[in-house]
């Protein structure tokens, strides 16, 4: 049996039936893998998921019912291969009719068989999408409709076709501690690197060469929030990240800025740990604490002279690393998220000190989560105002109060920042 469309499925049937995260399954699956699997097992993986809306679609159109559970995973895989692959369409066909065999059911076996050897016929050139143009955007690109109208709201037509139509650079952004150039990266990790718009990240394929203190990986967005904050810290000052874990941020504020006191918390206390892990691997000194930061705690009050709130969110800006979030997020769990996001900010605020600077974050692109937030917390906080992004590597964003970044325009993940000051 082919071990990569075995992997690919059994990481999958988790992903769909139990709903479990797909970075976490898929990096527990790649631990026994070759490497030549571990690339193509990713690549379906992330490839199924982030298609799954088209692959149903066009399946639907080659079958008189539509299959349910396994029967349809096994034809997901072998559509999607047939589709952006360059596996020869006889291999898909008998691999995942092999595959098929696993539901102990002959129906099953000759059904995938069959339909499989239709769609290989039609896969690469398939163009009948629906003619109702937003049934057609967003099955072409397996995007959620309620999640397209929201997009369409905020942005319009034209932008939300081009958020959802971008492909992302797949390349491993890494972030190195002490400076390196891609010819030093080169020759002493036999990789290629590109730089990027910070001197300290590079763009480099297959992952990271090894996992020392040296290096790390990080997104250019959560990097660039870290510089905003890092910016905005006096010297000796006290920082507060108030939803930190797993740390990415906290960490890189801390080794931009060595004088500072960083306080890193977490609501959950497994995620604080992971805080701890990876503090303990950059070799960089946080204090953490577990904590519920919607709850007020008075010894902080007007403590900080940065605080943080990377708040929890739809994650609809990271569709590239986590691409389930299109199957299982739904329009309700917005205005739920909101109060959440509110309430972290609305407490959190109150540990900033005069003078001091609030830095509202999301990973994700829907203006409810993010403008309205802020517009709604300055209606609400006469003694905060809109401060001020230094950013020179992003000229769009510097100098603004606020900035969404979006992948099709700033080349990294759809982020947001907001910089507010306290007045008094
Ligand atoms: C977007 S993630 C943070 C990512 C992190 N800042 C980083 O850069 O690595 C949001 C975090 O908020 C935490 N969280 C959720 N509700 C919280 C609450 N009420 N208080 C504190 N943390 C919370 C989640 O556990 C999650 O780790």
């Known amino acids: 049996m082919n071990n990569a469309f075995l992997k690919s499925f059994q990481t999958l049937r988790q992903v769909y039936e139990e709903r479990a995260f797909s970075v976490i399954v898929l990096n527990k699956t790649l631990n026994n893998c070759t490497k030549r699997d571990r690339a193509l097992i990713t690549k379906i993986v992330y490839g199924v998921l982030d298609n799954d809306l088209r692959l149903e ?21 072998g559509t999607y291969c047939l589709m952006e692959l360059s596996i020869p ?21 000759g059904f995938v068989n069959a339909t499989l050897k239709t769609i290989g016929i039609y896969a690469k050139d398939f163009d009948e999408y629906p003619t109702d143009d937003l049934e057609r955007l967003s099955v072409r690109y397996s995007y ?13 037509r034209q932008t939300a076709e081009r958020i959802i139509s971008f492909t992302p650079d797949s390349r491993t952004t890494v972030r190195f501690v002490n400076s390196a150039t891609p010819i030093q990266i080169q020759e002493r990790f036999g990789v290629e690197a590109e730089a990027t718009i910070f001197e300290d990240a590079f763009r480099i394929k297959g992952g990271l060469p090894n996992d020392s203190a040296e290096m790390t990986m990080q997104s250019l967005s ?13 010297s000796n000052g006290n920082f507060l990240d108030c939803c930190a874990a797993p740390g990415g941020k906290s960490v890189y504020v801390k080794q931009l800025r060595p004088d500072t006191n960083v306080i890193s918390c977490d609501i959950h ?37 940065t605080v943080l709130c990377d708040v929890p969110c739809s994650g609809f800006g990271v569709l590239d690393n986590r691409p389930d979030i299109k199957l299982f997020r739904q329009n309700k769990d917005i205005s739920e998220l909101m109060k959440l996001q509110l309430a972290i900010l609305d407490n959190c605020s109150r540990y900033v000190k005069p003078g001091g600077s ?39 964003a510097d100098g603004k109060d606020q900035y969404q970044f979006l992948p099709y325009k700033d080349g990294m993940q759809g982020f947001f920042v907001a910089v507010l000051t306290r007045t008094k």
């Open 222 to 234: 959560s990097m660039a929030i870290s510089r905003i904050c890092a910016s905005l810290i006096p």
């Open 144 to 156: 959620p409709m309620w999640a397209l109208k929201k997009l369409i709201k905020d942005y319009g």
């Open 89 to 109: 369409i006889y291999t898909v066909v008998n691999d995942i009719a092999e595959l098929s065999k696993l539901s102990g059911d002959r129906r099953t076996v």
């Open 57 to 77: 679609y066009i399946i639907s159109r080659y079958v008189r019912k539509m299959p349910k559970g396994e029967a349809l995973l096994f034809l997901k895989i």
């Open 269 to 305: 206390a497994h995620r604080v740990e992971l805080i701890e892990a990876y503090s303990r691997r950059m070799q960089v000194r946080l204090k953490t604490y577990c904590r519920d930061m919607t709850v007020y705690e008075p010894k902080w009050n007007s403590f900080f002279d």
């Open 358 to 396: 609030l830095i509202y974050s999301t990973c994700t692109v829907f203006y409810n989560e993010n403008g309205q937030n802020i517009r709604k917390f300055l209606i609400d906080h006469s003694d905060f105002s809109a401060g001020r992004i230094l950013l020179n590597q992003i000229p769009a």
